[in-house]
């Protein structure tokens, strides 16, 4: 069985997922032995019929190497650029990972100028690209300001330059106000999303609408919809972008006898400026006058309240067990932030990775990782490239906590409801990849005394991932079976 490092206290990172050790940073290159040339087998016959007779004009892409001895078991069009999906998070988290310690916190911090009889000139709100901020974080730091006698502020600034505020490489692909394709912030809320629920008013009025958490000005409610007679629906629940503010608009109809309908998690136009506002609505009410905020780069002022986030180990645990596509792009970010790269773009985010992973001294083949996330087409690899990543880090001294993230079949994460036969589960820790019209799994295999690293993706699938994911699960029941 696969050996899991504990990770601790993720209760409130794994409710938003629902939705969706200290380690020394080595200064040599971890260089992977160059695997071995593929030898005709019957193993690597029968695992490229099982990959390659699933049928349907799809491009299918396999690399499976003998982690120990370099062995080539398949190699099935290894050297072609495919689009990895999620897969690419293994590259943010790598990266990550080896620029920083795995007990790294972010800290967001509260700093005021000097208080005098209750009031404040400045308050800054400074943020660290901190992705796992929730409005009860907001809400216990405007009450240690409170505990600090201040009951006025003239100014409230909200500083969020550490990263700049724009949509990652390839998220504009699709316009869908999906929790998945949230915003990236120097601070950040609930993920970049907000939540509705509608309840019915009288027949023929406007039904209520509730939207949370309190947002002010960052979140407006566009109802346009109406109470009727019945038991029947017909309402609609969406978020769009106008300009920084989130407008949740609601149309349609609710009947008079629901209860309620919530609109789940949808995402907000801007998540620093959202944050920023949920901030100053916390402040109000906690009793403190205060203005709109102004967004902008804060003073040197002295620090009055923190929030420390989970530890590096976890977040990227939640990263890549549960794909969480807003964590492994704001990952993608803290590599560059740790490298002294203030404010982080996604152009500087993209560079830093690479160079970080340049030590590895894995044969690219042309890759290019756009994103963090792998959300939509903006990455692409080769599978040779994937299991040269996942041999590098398993001898680099970041490693075992990196491995420790992955999903484990039939156990945990993205791969809980995968390989539940005696021949894979538990044997199985990787990283799963999907999209409309992609299917990737990449990591380790243990059989026995020996363990395979393999990548393995379909691109230009149709009608669900379904068949795609079966077939991978059974060539990988093929490699584990004696």
């Not at 050297?79 to 790294?104: E, G, I, N, Q, Y």
């Not at 660290?128 to 405007?142: H, I, R």
């Not at 620090?303 to 792009?329: C, D, F, M």
Request: charged fraction near 20%.
């Amino acid at each position: 069985m696969l050996q899991q490092i504990p990770v601790h206290s993720l209760s409130k990172l794994a409710l938003l997922c629902a939705l969706g050790l200290p380690v020394a940073v080595s200064a040599q290159p971890v260089v992977p032995t160059p695997a071995k040339a593929p030898a005709a087998s019957a193993l690597g016959e029968a695992l490229r019929s099982i990959l390659t007779g699933v049928g349907g004009k799809v491009t299918a892409v396999a690399t499976i190497v003998d982690l120990a001895t370099g062995e080539v078991v398949l190699d099935l069009d290894g050297k072609k650029l495919v689009h990895p999906a999620s897969v690419a998070k293994l590259f943010s988290t790598a990266a990550v990972m080896k620029t920083l310690p795995a007990d790294r916190a972010f800290v967001t911090d509260v700093r005021a100028s000097a208080i005098k009889n209750g009031e404040v000139a400045t308050l800054a709100l400074v943020g660290s690209g901190d992705p796992t901020m929730f409005a009860t974080d907001y809400a216990k730091l405007a009450a240690e300001v409170q505990k600090k006698g201040v009951t006025k502020i003239a100014k409230l600034v909200i500083d969020a330059t550490v990263f700049d505020d724009k949509l990652p490489k390839g998220f504009d692909e699709k316009q869908t106000d999906a929790a998945f394709r949230a915003p990236i912030g120097g601070l950040q809320c609930e993920a970049g999303t907000v939540h509705a629920a509608v309840k019915p008013g009288a027949v023929g009025e406007a039904p209520l609408v509730e939207v949370g958490p309190a947002a002010g000005d960052a979140v407006v409610v566009v109802n346009e919809a109406k109470t009727v007679a019945g038991k029947k629906d017909a309402l609609t629940i969406v978020t769009r972008p106008n300009g920084r503010v989130t407008e949740v608009v609601v149309q349609g109809t609710i009947a008079v006898a629901h209860k309620a309908i919530g609109s789940g998690r949808r995402r907000v136009a801007d998540g620093s400026f959202y944050a920023g506002w949920v901030f100053q609505q916390a402040l109000l009410k906690h009793g403190i006058a205060v203005p709109a905020p102004t967004f902008a780069k804060a003073p040197d002022l002295a620090v009055i309240a923190s929030r420390k986030s989970p530890p590096l180990q976890e977040i990227v645990s939640v990263t890549n067990k549960h794909s969480h596509n807003g964590y492994a792009e704001t990952m993608f970010r803290q590599t560059a932030a740790g490298q002294g790269q203030i404010p982080v773009t996604n152009e500087k985010a993209e560079a830093a990775v690479r160079k970080t992973l340049e030590t590895l001294q894995i044969r690219w083949n042309g890759s290019v990782l756009g994103n963090g996330s792998g959300l939509y087409h903006a990455d692409k690899v080769t599978t040779q490239t994937v299991v040269d990543l996942l041999r590098a880090m398993h001898k680099d001294p970041a490693g075992a906590n990196w491995r420790a993230t992955l999903p484990i079949a039939g156990v945990d994460g993205t791969l809980r409801g995968r390989m539940h036969d005696p021949q894979t589960q538990g044997k199985v820790q990787a990283k799963t990849g999907t999209l409309d019209d992609v299917v990737g799994l990449a990591g380790y295999a243990q059989a026995g005394e020996k363990t395979y690293v393999f990548a393995v993706f379909y691109n230009g699938i149709k009608g669900g991932p379904g068949a795609y994911r079966g077939a991978v699960d059974r060539m990988l029941k093929r490699l584990l079976t004696p």
